[in-house]
């Protein structure tokens, strides 16, 4: 084992840049991906919310990194997280891209070492009310690295788990999608109207909690839902919530109340723990009986757009209003429509929901070998990757 810079295993270190926003030719039809600290989560990126023009790279400080680039978040709640180009990309200047000189380190590596070391990543962020990294400070992280072979192969057994992940996020997406499909030739055909009001057993925000580092309880915020999904990263552990109606349950459908940019965002609770809740920036909407909730459900997750446009108060102070959310109608089906519907859509919401739970359980695995694996704790020549591929294939 050897002790190393991050800047001495790197052929470049760079931050990227942001073309100026009201410039529509720097965006508008752009194909160059773009990323956002955002989307930078602990994972592989293989592809980007935003895009940018040739003309917007030419006009700003961002520049193309390679696959396999490195990227560590900089700037505020997401400092210290990290994640791997799967495709060559650009960013904006929060992200650090660290290219890596293959002769010297595994890329894959090297994201798994800093994604161990998050917390101490995160510690060395400086600044006033937002706390800041920076390109200087990453550059003299140190790394241990062992044999450029074990690298490769400790990179390769963690990487299995994770493709497996991704492979069940891929195949859920596109469950989901199917789901949406059903949803949007019903609702061509519903005649009725009925409001929200009317749908649902629960329709509230989340409390204010007492937070807690060590309660036994999460409360979700607006920043766990992004893309129809509940990403528990963010969260936030609490001793006890102010009311147990509002822990939880299957069906719940979470719609993000409060901010510019996270307005609107639902998920639906499909694998939950009878331990979460949610603060008061989501709203929970809870289905008044079972066979409404794959409905509701494909119903909200077609109605961001319509939600974001209800937002009420100023720039930065925006909210979605709970009496008008109540008091919104929906087409409703009559009722063999509405069973017809339920029947063919809960096998793939029981698929989505067996696959998360699948990822669970690869994701406690990956996570508890990851620090034995990154101190020698346990030898990688005694582990059986072919071995492990057929447990996943057999899962």
Same mark, same amino acid.
């Given at each position: ?31 160059? /991906? ?53 495709? /060559? ?14 002769? @010297? ?135 006890? /919530? ?20 996270? @307005? ?105 070998? @990851? ?25």
């Amino acid at each position: 084992m050897e002790c190393k810079t991050l800047s001495d295993i790197c052929l470049r270190i760079c931050s990227g840049g942001t073309p100026k926003r009201s410039c529509r030719e720097y965006y508008d039809g752009g194909t160059i /991906p773009w990323l956002n600290t955002a989307e930078v989560n602990f994972n592989r990126i293989r592809s980007t919310a935003s895009h940018i023009t040739e003309q917007g790279l030419d006009n700003s400080s961002t520049r193309w990194v390679p696959k396999d680039t490195v990227i560590v978040a900089m700037y505020g709640a997401t400092a210290g997280r990290v994640a791997i180009a799967g495709i /060559p990309l650009t960013t904006n200047q929060a992200c650090c891209n660290l290219v890596i000189d293959c002769a @010297l380190a595994d890329p894959k590596y090297v994201y798994y070492w800093l994604k161990n070391r998050h917390c101490e990543i995160a510690g060395l962020a400086n600044g006033g009310a937002q706390q800041n990294l920076s390109v200087r400070v990453l550059k003299e992280v140190e790394i241990v690295l062992p044999a450029l072979s074990v690298q490769h192969a400790v990179a390769d057994y963690l990487a299995v788990l994770d493709e497996k992940i991704e492979l069940n996020s891929r195949i859920n997406d596109h469950l989901l999608e199917m789901a949406l499909s059903e949803y949007k030739e019903l609702s061509r055909q519903s005649s009725s109207k009925r409001t929200l009001q009317d749908c649902t057993s629960l329709l509230c925000r989340g409390g204010a909690p007492k937070y807690c580092e060590k309660g036994k309880f999460h409360a979700l915020n607006q920043r766990c839902i992004r893309n129809h999904k509940i990403d528990d990263a963010n969260a936030r552990r609490i001793e006890n /919530p102010r009311s147990r109606e509002k822990l939880l349950r299957y069906g719940d459908i979470l719609i993000c109340s409060t901010g510019t940019g996270t @307005l609107g965002r639902s998920a639906q609770v499909l694998c939950h723990d009878e331990r979460v809740t949610v603060d008061s920036h989501v709203t929970i909407v809870r289905p008044a009986y079972e066979a409404l909730v794959e409905y509701l459900g494909c119903w909200a997750l077609s109605s961001e757009d319509q939600f974001e446009s209800m937002a009420k108060g100023s720039t930065g102070q925006t909210e979605l209003p709970r009496t008008e959310l109540a008091e919104l109608e929906i087409g409703f089906p009559d009722a063999a429509s509405l069973n017809d519907f339920s029947g063919k859509t809960k096998p793939l919401f029981e698929a989505i929901q067996s696959n998360v739970r699948e990822n669970q359980s690869l994701e406690c695995l990956r996570d508890a070998l @990851l620090p034995k694996l990154m101190s020698g704790e346990i030898d990688v020549s005694r582990i059986g990757l072919r071995q492990l591929n057929g447990h996943l294939s057999e899962s």
